[in-house]
């Protein structure tokens, strides 16, 4: 019989994982805190469905969010938040438990989204979502139509905050801020608390 070290190292997301965590945490020959090899060779292992990088990179981007903030980027900083959110977001994706809020997950919970079926569309939306957020907010509304409306519409919420964040035209970014909201309505209309939060936010914002 197998042990559990072998069937691991026989999954596709091994490798990709081993290296990406050996780069942010470092080895006896490199050091630590290297993203610009972690961040790459973690998000291939989240999108092959290791839940785990999913939860790493959550980690590691909310400190290049804080690192950027520091430096006065606070455009880089929304990003790479919002970047975290949606892989935190995604390490919990279940359709038995849809209603899972960041930051306040438990056990049960995370064992029932290990169980859950790969969904290869999640992961080309959030793909997209870092350079192309149009494309991710129209896959992810795509996805929450086709029966993912609490989770996909949170996740639509945060591209369509991204795309906004990168649109020049005044009108292009009030347009794209009312989908945002749009999306954040119909993902807390599910019951997502996450999203009636992130719309509480909204709203103080427009007031």
């Given at each position: 019989m197998q042990n559990s070290h072998e069937t691991h190292e026989s999954q596709p997301w091994f490798e990709p994982f081993a290296a990406?965590?050996?780069?942010?945490?470092?080895?006896?020959?490199?050091?630590?805190?290297?993203?610009a090899i972690a961040v790459p060779l973690l998000a291939k292992a989240a999108s092959l469905g290791h839940?785990?990088?999913?939860?790493?990179l959550d980690t590691v981007l909310y400190e290049l969010s804080a690192d950027?903030?520091?430096r006065s980027d606070e455009r880089g900083?929304?990003?790479l938040a919002r970047l975290a959110l949606a892989y935190r977001t995604a390490a919990f994706w279940s359709d038995n438990d849809p209603d899972v809020e960041p930051d306040h997950?438990?056990?049960?919970?995370w064992n029932r989204a290990r169980a859950t079926p790969y969904e290869p569309r999640l992961w080309a939306a959030i793909d997209a979502l870092q350079n192309d957020p149009i494309a991710a907010l129209n896959l992810f509304e795509?996805?929450?139509l086709d029966g993912h409306p609490v989770q996909a519409f949170f996740l639509a919420g945060?591209?369509?905050?991204?795309?906004?964040?990168?649109a020049q035209a005044p009108g292009e970014v009030d347009r794209l801020m009312q989908r945002a909201r749009h999306n954040?309505?119909?993902s807390a209309s599910a019951g997502n608390r996450a999203a009636q939060k992130r719309l509480f936010a909204h709203l103080n914002l427009k007031a």
């Open positions: 990406g965590f050996a780069a942010w945490f470092g080895t006896d020959g490199a050091p630590p805190r290297d993203h839940g785990g990088s999913a939860l790493l950027a903030s520091a900083a929304r990003t997950e438990n056990a049960e919970q795509a996805l929450a945060l591209a369509a905050e991204e795309a906004a964040d990168r954040l309505i119909r």
